[in-house]
């Protein structure tokens, strides 16, 4: 991407001219690699971005943010405002100890409690449900929070090799594993957010 969010923050550019086109009429907007200060915005900054996101958002049917991982107080804010959390997880120990400690202070902080797991890169589905099984076990008795589990998403060489070639998955091949998998996680979630369309 040419410009980013900090270029629309510092408005150097408008929100609308960072916009970039997406495989299957998705429009993304980059916040760029590496940016530190993405991650420690003012108060002043996390409004005005909210602010920003939100008119943006005007001219669509749903809004993805990828926070990424963290609970820096920009990963939070971003939450907050969510109909749905999907809290995407592997089952590494650092993953899942990040994933529990986020999941405790979205909830504690601000009373959130439609947090979905996702579970990624899994070698099998029953894998893939015994990592969210034994996570929702340690969320329940130590934060008193119940997890919802949304899917498993198999590791996927196609994906791999796509990440690499930075693609989107179906430009590679007609049906990956991981697509196939995200394709009813995305059904599931849409489902959910028509019967519950403002859920905590």
């Known amino acids: 991407a040419r410009y980013n969010i900090n270029d629309a923050l510092e408005e150097r ?3 609308e001219d960072i916009l970039l086109e997406g495989p299957l009429g998705l429009r993304i907007m980059p916040s760029g690699s590496g940016l530190a200060s993405l991650a420690d915005l003012s108060m002043a900054q ?5 602010d920003k996101i939100q008119e943006v958002a005007q001219n669509f049917d749903l809004l993805l943010i990828d926070t990424g991982a963290g609970i820096s107080e920009s990963v939070l804010h971003l939450n907050a405002i969510a109909d749905a959390i999907m809290l995407v997880t592997t089952q590494e120990p ?3 100890k990040d994933a529990l400690a986020f999941a405790k202070v979205i909830s504690a902080r601000y009373g959130k409690r439609n947090i979905n797991v996702i579970v990624n ?3 099998t589905p029953a894998q893939g449900i015994k990592v969210y099984q034994g996570l929702a076990e340690v969320a329940k008795s130590w934060c008193g929070i119940d997890l919802n589990f949304a899917g498993t998403v198999p590791r996927d060489s196609a994906l791999e090799r796509a990440v690499m070639l930075q693609r989107a998955g ?3 091949v007609k049906h990956t ?7 009813e996680i995305t059904r599931r979630i849409m489902e959910m957010l028509r019967e ?3 859920a905590d």
């Open 46 to 50: 996390r409004v005005q971005l909210l």
């Open 94 to 96: 650092h993953a899942l």
């Open 177 to 183: 594993l991981a697509g196939q998998a995200w394709n």
């Open 170 to 172: 179906d430009e590679q």
């Open 196 to 198: 519950a369309p403002h």
């Open 13 to 15: 550019v408008s929100f």
């Open 121 to 123: 890169q899994a070698t």
